[in-house]
T-cell receptor, first 112, second 111 residues
């Protein structure tokens, strides 16, 4: 059974810092992993999708890596800004199921 | 613009009064799904559909129904809502599970 864990649960940093969010999954036979952003009370916005054949994906200041052998993915945010404040969720397909398994998220606050 | 549209965005209702939350996507996706999000429990799948007329239970299907008569629509039906169904609901669509697009959410309160 796929389980997805995210640490830390919450993170507060000053503006300008580079930071890393972690995501661990138990079933390494995944074919992709997705990172989302959620603003309070709002929907999820897809940030990055990493296919199993890739090791990383980049979008602007965001870089996500995937290491299937260790069951880990990281989301790197460069030069953080207050507008990056949100909850970040990772999700991986469940083993032999038709659903996404979500982590419980990392709540990020970037203060000026 | 590619999007998943849910309605209503906010709903307050009373116990036992049937309600429907609509979900529509314009990306011709075969896969659609409903999730609920609760503090401390994260996102949990309620029902999903791999294609028209094909639906299946997720992790927390009790108290919910769905239908998939058309590819673009996947309504969530609460026949007799109860207070424990107070939650934030999300509809999602995708090409199988290769990428998921989410609606903006429906905040439901059952009193």
């Amino acid at each position: 059974k796929q389980e997805v864990t995210q640490i830390p649960a919450a993170l507060s940093v000053p503006e300008g810092e580079n930071l890393v969010l972690n995501c661990s999954f138990t079933d390494s036979a995944i074919y992709n992993l997705q990172w989302f952003r959620q603003d309070p009370g709002k929907g999820l916005t897809s940030l990055l999708l990493i296919q199993s054949s890739q090791r990383e994906q980049t979008s602007g200041r965001l870089n996500a890596s995937l290491d299937k052998s260790s069951g880990r993915s990281t989301l790197y945010i460069a030069a953080s800004q207050p507008g990056d404040s949100a909850t970040y969720l990772c999700a991986a397909p469940g083993y032999n199921t038709d659903k996404l398994i979500f982590g419980t998220g990392t709540r990020l606050q970037v203060f000026p | 613009e590619a999007q998943v549209t849910q309605n209503p965005r906010y709903l307050i209702t009373v116990t036992g009064k049937k309600l429907t939350v609509t979900c529509s996507q314009n990306m011709n996706h075969e896969y659609m799904s409903w999730y609920r999000q609760d503090p401390g429990l994260g996102l949990r799948q309620i029902y999903y559909s791999m294609n028209v007329e094909v639906t299946d239970k997720g992790d927390v299907p009790e108290g919910y129904k769905v239908s998939r008569k058309e590819k673009r629509n996947f309504p969530l039906i609460l026949e007799s809502p109860s207070p424990n169904q107070t939650s934030l609901y999300f509809c999602a669509s995708g090409v199988e599970l290769r990428e998921a697009f989410f609606g903006q959410g429906t905040r439901l309160t059952v009193v």
